[in-house]
Nanobody, 122 residues
Framework: QVQLVESGGGLVQAGGSLRLSCLAS????????MGWFRQRPGKEREFVAA????????VYADSVKGRFTISRDNAKNSVNLQMNSLKPEDTAIYFC???????????????WGQGTQVTVSS
């Protein structure tokens, strides 16, 4: 069964940090590239970060580059997003995503989690 479950969202002050986790089913974690998208209030969903199945390559949106880090935890079948130096404009619902095609994951995904809210106060 395909499953992506996010956790770790919450409320944080500007400049603070949060760590999001996405627990994936075995099949997804083993065979799919995984990433994160977000949907800010009143905006369309946008790409944040992605990592290949083997964790050999990663890519980031310009808006988060240098502040966010994506990683895979093979022991826990999870993909994490460490978010540092958070800004109020990072406030969004963050979605975990997976796709067999690494290059497609920047714009879309075959599977989505339910989302977790991140709110950054000024």
């Amino acid at each position: 069964q395909v499953q992506l479950v996010e956790s770790g969202g919450g409320l944080v002050q500007a400049g603070g940090s949060l760590r999001l986790s996405c627990l994936a089913s075995e099949v997804i974690f083993r065979y799919y590239a995984m990433g994160w998208f977000r949907q800010r209030p009143g905006k369309e969903r946008e790409f944040v970060a992605a990592m290949t199945r083997t964790a050999g390559s990663s890519v980031y949106a310009d808006s988060v580059k240098g502040r966010f880090t994506i990683s895979r935890d093979n022991a826990k079948n999870s993909v994490n997003l460490q978010m540092n130096s958070l800004k109020p404009e990072d406030t969004a619902i963050y979605f975990c995503a997976a796709d067999l095609n690494w290059s497609s994951l920047i714009s879309s995904a075959s599977y989505w989690g339910q989302g977790t809210q991140v709110t950054v106060s000024s």
